[in-house]
């Protein structure tokens, strides 16, 4: 089935050009938790990914991929991976590292492009993981935007979506690191759109996705503490295209 653009308003398209400003600004960043997040990957993504039916060059999409950390996990494991993310700087950081990357023949392909304009001409993948990306547009773009993701699943596939989850729904213009308060003078370029879901209101959203979807999904939410912030939760929800 061919995808389509994700239909937005001007004040979302702001919003994403809001982000590709951030991100871009957050290269160093991810660069320094890349090898945490490789090693916690071993415990949280395959245990997810590891009862998935794999067909031999399987392909997995890396949406809002970033440096490509997952990207080059998949790699690693034998999955054929296209990550796309909006920011040049995160594309051109992943496209160092794959570079460097010695001994892995299947390498990353990275593409930066808005993801919401994204219509590939073969857009079916065995798996799709986005971590950390659905919260990052304002209702009622978040639902489009996980419909998309579901779009881009192959029959019999897999899409992971992943994201914090608080205890109470909110919406708004944040600090990226909203834990930490701003030194006066700072400038405001860590300043992104962002979605604080409840356990609830995510599952909502991904549930309402998957009922939009044809075909039959076996739907499946692991919620696990976020170790650095006590008030916070990671939730991955798994949905698997199983007709
Ligand atoms: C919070 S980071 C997560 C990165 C990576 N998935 C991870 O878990 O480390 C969100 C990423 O989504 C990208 N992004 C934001 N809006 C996007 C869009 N409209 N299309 C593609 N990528 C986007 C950002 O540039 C950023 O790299």
Known sequence: MPVEPIRRTSHDREVSQTAEAVYGSQVA?????????????????????????RRSRARALDVGCGIGTNSFYLAKHGYSVTGVDISHQMISAARTVAATHIGLDNQPQ?????????????????????????????????????????????????????????????????????????????????????????????????????MNHPGTWAFDEHVTADPGRPQQFWSDIVVTRTA
């Open 29 to 53: 960043h991810y660069q320094a938790r890349a090898a945490q997040r490789l090693a916690g990957n071993d415990v949280w993504l395959w245990p997810r990914i590891e009862k998935i039916r």
């Open 110 to 210: 990275f593409i930066c492009v808005d993801f919401c304009d994204w219509c590939p001409d073969d857009p079916e993948f065995d798996l799709v993981v986005a971590t950390a990306f659905v919260h990052l547009f304002p209702a009622p773009l978040d639902r489009a935007v996980a419909d998309g993701i579901l779009s881009h699943v192959a029959p019999h596939g897999t899409a992971i979506m992943s994201t914090t989850v608080e205890t109470a729904h909110s919406q708004g213009l944040r600090h990226k690191n909203d834990s930490e308060h701003p030194a006066p003078g700072r400038p405001l370029s860590d300043e992104r759109w962002r979605n604080h879901y409840t356990r609830e209101t995510f599952r909502n959203l991904i549930e309402h996705s998957v």
